[in-house]
């Protein structure tokens, strides 16, 4: 079973911003050697996540893993992600799509947030 993984994120009119998803998407795919990766967006950037999962489809790939680039269960992540989702199924009749928790909760966002703080905090 070849495995294709996305990286789904919400997009921004900031060009930037979505550069800066692609740039994590390719570095995680040299640290994790992933050869099927691909990032997506919800909104404003391209590719959305029906083009994304063709694209790993057309590579090779029978299980498709989405992991949400976005810190908290919100709207995006229950309401529209899942029907996304599901109408990859629809299209995709067989492909088992998995999704994954989003980032809030994994022990190291705390180490972050203090690295984050302890770069800027003044120390007395």
């Given amino acids: 079973m070849s495995t294709g993984i996305v990286v789904f994120a919400h997009g921004s009119r900031v060009a930037s911003a979505n550069d800066a998803v692609r740039a994590v998407v390719a570095d995680l795919g040299k640290a994790g050697g992933f ?4 990032a997506a967006f919800l909104e404003l950037g391209h590719p959305n996540l ?3 999962v063709r694209r790993l489809v057309g590579r090779g790939a029978t299980q498709i893993v989405v992991v949400p680039y976005f810190l908290t269960l ?6 529209d992600l899942p029907a996304l989702v599901k109408a990859v199924g629809v299209q995709h009749r067989g492909l088992d799509v998995t999704v ?3 980032l809030d909760g994994h022990p190291a966002l705390l180490q972050i947030l203090l690295d984050r703080i ?3 905090a003044i120390k007395a």
């Fill in 35 to 38: 050869d099927l990766l691909e």
């Fill in 50 to 52: 029906e083009v994304a």
């Fill in 74 to 79: 919100g709207t995006h992540l229950e309401r």
């Fill in 100 to 102: 994954t928790a989003p």
């Fill in 118 to 120: 302890a770069a800027v």
